[in-house]
């Protein structure tokens, strides 16, 4: 069966950390993938996405990349604020099912 | 420009009842794409309307359906709520259909409790 899975575990680190959030897929062949944040009792933020041709992404302190051998995307926020704490999640689209389907998220808590 | 809304915010339902959901997307966008989200199984598609027309849908049942206008404005119903139905309800909102090489604008959403 397809699956997205992110680490359900919260990932706790300190201030001006960078902090590393992985997704990893099954029985997919996305054509994106894309990266949203989630702060309680909002909805997503689009935050990045990146094609299937391509191996890395970066938009001011986000990096994502992105390997189709390994059914794996990383995302990298580098100098992590306390302001970053929210919950990040990932979304594959293919384009044969034409939707996009989102992992369950990962919790990311910045402290000082 | 406005973003996407979605009303009401908050609604508490009983069990058998129905419920109508909102959202207006951005003025421009045509495609509005539902999910549902509850903290065991996350975001979950409901369906994808453009041009009034449904383009996909997700594995739920028949009580949920939903609807575009000419506005693009997108309404969802339940119908006869089951417990279960419990959930954060999300609209995203996008110029076209099949948005995933662009990234979606989503709403705050609708928290709806059913008891």
């Known amino acids: 069966s397809q699956k997205i899975e992110q680490n359900s575990e919260a990932l706790n680190i300190q201030e001006g950390k960078t902090a590393t959030l992985t997704c990893n897929y099954t029985?997919?062949?996305?054509?994106?993938l894309q990266w949203y944040r989630q702060d309680p009792g909002r909805g997503p933020v689009f935050l990045l996405l990146?094609?299937?041709?391509?191996k890395e992404k970066r938009k001011e302190r986000l990096k994502v990349t992105f390997d189709t051998t390994l059914k794996q995307s990383l995302f990298h926020i580098t100098a992590s604020q306390p302001a970053d704490s929210a919950t990040y999640l990932c979304?594959?689209?293919?384009?044969?099912?034409?939707?996009?389907?989102f992992g369950t998220g990962t919790r990311l808590q910045v402290t000082l | 420009k406005a973003g996407v809304t979605q009303t009401p915010r908050y609604l508490i339902k009983t069990r058998g009842q129905q419920v109508t959901l909102s959202c207006s997307p951005i003025?421009?966008?045509?495609?509005v794409s539902w999910y549902q989200q509850t903290p065991g199984q996350g975001l979950q598609f409901l369906f994808e309307?453009?041009?009034?027309?449904?383009?996909n849908k997700g594995n739920f049942p028949g009580r949920f359906s939903g609807r575009q206008f000419s506005n693009s404005r997108s309404e969802m119903n339940v119908s006869t709520l089951e417990l279960g139905d419990s959930a954060l309800y999300l609209c995203?909102?996008?110029?076209?259909?099949?948005?995933?090489?662009?990234?979606?604008?989503f709403g705050s959403g609708t928290r709806l409790t059913v008891v």
């Open positions: 990146i094609r299937e041709n391509e």
């Open positions: 995203a909102s996008s110029l076209t259909a099949g948005q995933g090489r662009n990234g979606y604008t």
């Open positions: 003025s421009g966008h045509r495609s």
């Open positions: 309307y453009f041009s009034e027309t449904q383009r």
């Open positions: 029985n997919y062949s996305p054509a994106y």
């Open positions: 979304a594959l689209y293919t384009g044969t099912a034409s939707k996009l389907t």
